[in-house]
């Protein structure tokens, strides 16, 4: 079973930066996408950013401009820099993780809390 392990959350003001880190059990050369989501207190799960195999990359309009999602394929891992954070950004923040490995694999990460004051 592939796990992922986030880490880099953690209280910030307005106008900062942090950057979220993601480790995968896999070799991250054998996934189609990792993606970040997000989900606020009384919100739906949505989708933040994500990079597919050949590094193309998405971004909520919400997001775009200040944050950057890449991977490392050396260290298996994925990072979400977020820079000029506001209030509104405020989640805990999911890696997820979708390829094949000797069978297919979909799996999240724990999650990571993200406060953003004012």
């Known amino acids: 079973q592939v796990q992922l392990v986030e880490s880099g959350g953690g209280l910030v003001q307005a106008g900062g930066s942090l950057r979220l880190s993601c480790a995968a059990s896999?070799?991250?050369?054998?996934?189609?996408?990792m993606e970040w989501y997000r989900q606020a207190p009384g919100k739906s799960r949505e989708l933040v950013a994500a990079?597919?195999?050949?590094?193309?990359?998405d971004y909520a309009d919400s997001v775009k401009g200040r944050f950057t999602i890449s991977r490392d394929s050396a260290k298996n891992a994925a990072y979400l820099q977020m820079n000029s954070l506001k209030p509104e950004d405020t989640a805990v923040y999911y890696c997820?993780?979708?390829?094949?490995?000797?069978?297919?694999?979909?799996?999240w990460g724990q999650g990571t809390q993200v406060t953003v004051s004012s």
């Open positions: 990079v597919t195999s050949l590094d193309i990359t």
């Open positions: 997820h993780i979708q390829g094949s490995y000797f069978g297919d694999y979909d799996e």
């Open positions: 896999v070799t991250i050369a054998s996934a189609n996408v």
